[in-house]
């Protein structure tokens, strides 16, 4: 079974600032990582994906995120955020295709960011 | 421009009604996802078809939800009798491989 444990739940920040949303996860398998971001009054929104290879990944928005097997981290970063990053952002693992039928997306409880002028 | 669409967006009904919600997920997403939202619990998963077919629905309580798939186009969640501790925000997801499409949602408010 999976878990995942996001570190804050709520992250204020100044404009322009950088920013870290912390993600630990326990599986014995490995997994695919994700980070979601839900702006106020709508739906989740993919933000970005690890699925294999780069341990690195970036979003078009300026995100960027690394997977850390050893740390079993998958941390959320962006070194300068706009107030209309202001949002919660989730992190989720998948068990890969080979661990059965019934995979579904496991999440942690979310982080709000707030971006302050 | 391929989305998921939720109806109502808004409900407000008074405790013991019937509450039915619909969604559209973004044709050719074999795996759809009914999401409850709330403040106190986070985000919890009600249930989930692959193919249209439930493949979970270990997160919903039976005695009063359900949920179903009439065609691929049509999910539907219901809520009957509803209770004020089912005030939600109530989200329908569609996608496949941890990518998912999420609807606007669906703002339930029993009274």
């Known amino acids: 079974a999976q878990s995942v444990t996001q570190l804050d739940s709520q992250v204020p920040v100044f404009e322009e600032a950088p920013v870290e949303l912390r993600c630990n996860y326990s599986s014995s398998v490995s997994v695919y990582l994700f980070w979601y971001v839900q702006y106020p009054n709508q739906g989740l929104q993919l933000l970005l994906k690890?699925?294999?290879?780069s341990t690195l990944v970036e979003s078009i928005n300026g995100f960027e995120a690394e997977f850390n097997k050893s740390q079993t981290s998958f941390h959320l970063r962006k070194p300068s955020v706009h107030i209309s990053d202001t949002a919660e952002y989730f992190c989720?693992?998948?068990?890969?295709?080979?661990?059965?039928?019934?995979?579904?997306?496991?999440w942690g409880l979310g982080t709000s960011l707030a971006v302050n002028p | 421009d391929a989305r998921v669409t939720q109806t109502p967006r808004h409900k407000v009904t008074e405790m013991g009604q019937e509450v039915t919600m619909r969604c559209q997920p973004i044709?050719?997403?074999?795996?759809v996802f009914w999401y409850r939202q709330t403040m106190m619990q986070g985000l919890e998963l009600l249930a989930y078809?692959?193919?249209?077919?439930?493949?979970?629905d270990s997160g919903m309580p039976k005695d009063r939800f359900s949920a179903e798939m009439p065609d691929a186009t049509l999910a539907t969640l219901k809520i009957q009798p509803s209770e004020p501790r089912d005030s939600a925000v109530y989200f329908c997801a569609s996608g496949f491989q941890g990518e998912l499409f999420f609807g606007e949602g669906s703002r339930l408010t029993v009274l």
């Open positions: 989720a693992v998948l068990a890969p295709l080979n661990a059965g039928n019934n995979r579904k997306l496991i």
């Open positions: 044709l050719g997403h074999n795996t």
């Open positions: 690890y699925l294999s290879g």
């Open positions: 078809f692959r193919n249209r077919a439930p493949l979970d």
